[in-house]
Nanobody, 113 residues
Framework: QVQLVESGGGLVQAGGSLRLSCAAS????????MGWFRQAPGKERELVAR???????NYADSVKGRFTISRDNAKNMVYLQMNNLNSEDTDVYYC???????WGQGTQVTVSS
């Protein structure tokens, strides 16, 4: 079972940038497609970006051109570079595998306007 720990969130002004990190345990990390998700209170969790084992990526329309997902299989890490942030990006961000492992605690991103 993969365990996931997210970090890198914080408070940033609109137009700013943050880089989120996800540390994953387990020897089979490189065999998983990985995703970044976000969730606001009272709303469903949504997929923001996904990266396959081979590095192919997909993004939600709302973040295309602003967010970049990447992975380092040697370090069991997944990253989300977020640029040109706006207030609608304020959420708790989570990473996970496909299929899902147990969700981590996430990392809070708050964008002030």
């Amino acid at each position: 079972q993969v365990q996931l720990v997210e970090s890198g969130g914080g408070l940033v002004q609109a137009g700013g940038s943050l880089r989120l990190s996800c540390a994953a345990s387990g020897r089979t990390f490189s065999s998983y497609t990985m995703g970044w998700f976000r969730q606001a209170p009272g709303k469903e969790r949504e997929l923001v970006a996904r990266i396959s084992r081979g590095g192919s990526t997909n993004y939600a329309d709302s973040v295309k051109g602003r967010f970049t997902i990447s992975r380092d299989n040697a370090k069991n890490m997944v990253y989300l570079q977020m640029n040109n942030l706006n207030s609608e990006d304020t959420d708790v961000y989570y990473c996970n595998t496909f299929p899902y492992a147990t969700w981590g605690q996430g990392t809070q991103v708050t964008v002030s306007s």
